[in-house]
Antibody
Framework: EVQLVESGGGLVQPGGSLRLSCAAS????????ITWVRQAPGKGLEWVAN????????YYVDSVKGRFTISTDYAKNILFLQMDSLRAEDTAMYYCARMSGYCRDYGCFSTHYFDYWGLGTLVTVSS | VMTQSPASLSVSPGERATLSCRASQSINSNLAWYQQRPGQAPRLLIYGASTRATGIPARFSGSGSGTEFTLTISSLQSEDFALYYCQQYNNWPPYTFGQGTKLEIK
């Protein structure tokens, strides 16, 4: 059974840092990309960043480039999001999600939609 | 840009609901639909514009390609009243979501 469990959220002052974790089970980072999606209070969903399971490819939404870093502990199947220079507008529930994919003899590929989600961890940026 | 309509929709249990999603440029069939119940994480309903995800009831159906897409829920059940989001994954990054449609009980 695929499970994703986020942790590390909390209250932080503007300009501060926070590191989110997502412990994944039921699948391997060797076969799937993983992603972070956030949702500000009362707002819609916003994709934040994604990475290949081995961390060799990473992409970010423009609003977090240079401030957030996505990474993985490939051996332990844990996804991280290091968030620096936090702003009030970063306040949101942060979800990690698995990106669906498939494997062939010549490699594994993502199909780019998000098929399993964690319950989320809340980040509040406020003084 | 993904635009969903209407922003909210009131429908009686047992009736049909039709939700729309429009893309500002062609995304082929690279569109997913997600359901989000209050206080819960999103759940994948449809991918590839029309393929139901594992475990999703047959009353959920998706259609469309290019720029116009529809999610239809036939014979609404109480648990279907929720928020629904469309998401394009054709032109990434970024992956973009619509602003959501809130399906309410009439």
């Amino acid at each position: 059974e695929v499970q994703l469990v986020e942790s590390g959220g909390g209250l932080v002052q503007p300009g501060g840092s926070l590191r989110l974790s997502c412990a994944a089970s039921g699948f391997s980072f060797s076969t799937h990309w993983i992603t972070w999606v956030r949702q500000a209070p009362g707002k819609g969903l916003e994709w934040v960043a994604n990475t290949r399971g081995d961390g060799e490819e990473k992409y970010y939404v423009d609003s977090v480039k240079g401030r957030f870093t996505i990474s993985t502990d490939y051996a332990k199947n844990i996804l991280f999001l290091q968030m620096d220079s936090l702003r009030a507008e970063d306040t949101a529930m942060y979800y990690c999600a698995r990106m669906s994919g498939y494997c062939r003899d010549y490699g594994c590929f993502s199909t780019h939609y998000f098929d399993y989600w964690g319950l989320g961890t809340l980040v509040t940026v406020s003084s | 840009v993904m635009t969903q309509s209407p922003a909210s929709l009131s429908v009686s249990p047992g009736e049909r609901a039709t939700l729309s999603c429009r893309a500002s440029q062609s995304i082929n069939s690279n569109l997913a639909w997600y359901q989000q119940r209050p206080g819960q994480a999103p759940r994948l309903l449809i991918y590839g514009a029309s393929t139901r995800a594992t475990g999703i009831p047959a009353r959920f159906s998706g259609s469309g390609s290019g720029t116009e897409f529809t999610l239809t829920i036939s014979s609404l059940q109480s648990e279907d009243f929720a928020l629904y989001y469309c998401q394009q994954y054709n032109n990434w990054p970024p992956y973009t979501f619509g602003q959501g449609t809130k399906l309410e009980i009439k």
